[in-house]
């Protein structure tokens, strides 16, 4: 059974910078789109960026465009997300997720994704 693990969270100043890392394992992630998505206090968990299977094909929230980078490491079988020039806004439980077909571009809806990581806590405040 596919098991996600996300690190890297953490408190950081208004733009600070911080590195999430996803690791599968029991499975591999080569043939699937894979995704963060973020929830906040309140709030609905909403997709902040994807990465396709082919090409590197990306997708970003406008919220995060220009500031944060999705990356793939087939070798490692993890996944990336670097943030950078982070807002209070940006403060959530950051979650990656798995798309539910092989080799589907990439979303930033929920319902492509399934097998969904614990979560890891980011809190951007002075």
């Known amino acids: 059974q596919l098991q996600l693990v996300e690190s890297g969270g953490g408190l950081v100043q208004p733009g600070g910078s911080l590195r999430l890392s996803c690791a599968a394992s029991r499975f591999t992630l080569d043939y699937y789109a894979i995704g963060w998505f973020r929830q906040a206090p309140g709030k609905e968990r909403e997709g902040v960026s994807c990465?396709?299977?082919?090409?590197?094909?990306?997708k970003y929230a406008d919220s995060v465009k220009e500031r944060f980078t999705i990356s793939r490491d087939y070798a490692k079988n993890m996944m990336y997300l670097q943030m950078n020039n982070l807002k209070p806004e940006d403060t959530a439980v950051y979650y990656c997720a798995t798309d539910t077909k092989l080799f589907r571009q990439c979303s930033l809806s929920r319902d492509d994704y399934a097998s969904w990581g614990q979560g890891t806590q980011v809190t951007v405040s002075s």
């Open positions: 990465i396709s299977t082919s090409a590197g094909i990306t």
